[in-house]
Nanobody, 128 residues
Framework: QVQLVESGGGLVQAGASLRLSCAAS????????MGWFRQAPGKEREFVAA????????TYADSVKGRFTISRDNAKNTLYLQMNSLKLEDTAVYYC?????????????????????WGQGTQVTVSS
């Protein structure tokens, strides 16, 4: 059974940092791309960042570029999102996801519909 479990969310002040983790189990995730998305109240789920199976390719939404860093530790089946210089508009539920369509590929999906499995999400709240 495929399972993704996010952790590391919380309430922080603007300008602070947080590190999200996503623990994966049930399949060999090291072969596939993974991504982070977020959803704020009343808004659609949006792309944040994604990474290829070996970490060689990463891509970011313009809104987080230069502030967020996605990484993965395949030995631990864990995906990370380091978030620095957090802004009020970063407040959302953050989800990790994995795409099983492309094995050992440099293609990194950025559309929610391309991902097969999702975690339950972790809340990030940034206050002023």
């Amino acid at each position: 059974q495929v399972q993704l479990v996010e952790s590391g969310g919380g309430l922080v002040q603007a300008g602070a940092s947080l590190r999200l983790s996503c623990a994966a189990s049930g399949r060999t995730f090291s072969r596939y791309a993974m991504g982070w998305f977020r959803q704020a109240p009343g808004k659609e789920r949006e792309f944040v960042a994604a990474i290829s199976w070996n970490g060689a390719v990463t891509t970011y939404a313009d809104s987080v570029k230069g502030r967020f860093t996605i990484s993965r530790d395949n030995a631990k089946n864990t995906l990370y999102l380091q978030m620095n210089s957090l802004k009020l508009e970063d407040t959302a539920v953050y989800y990790c996801a994995t795409d099983f369509s492309y094995i050992y590929s440099g293609y990194v999906p950025t559309v929610p519909g391309e991902y097969d499995y999702w975690g339950q999400g972790t809340q990030v709240t940034v206050s002023s």
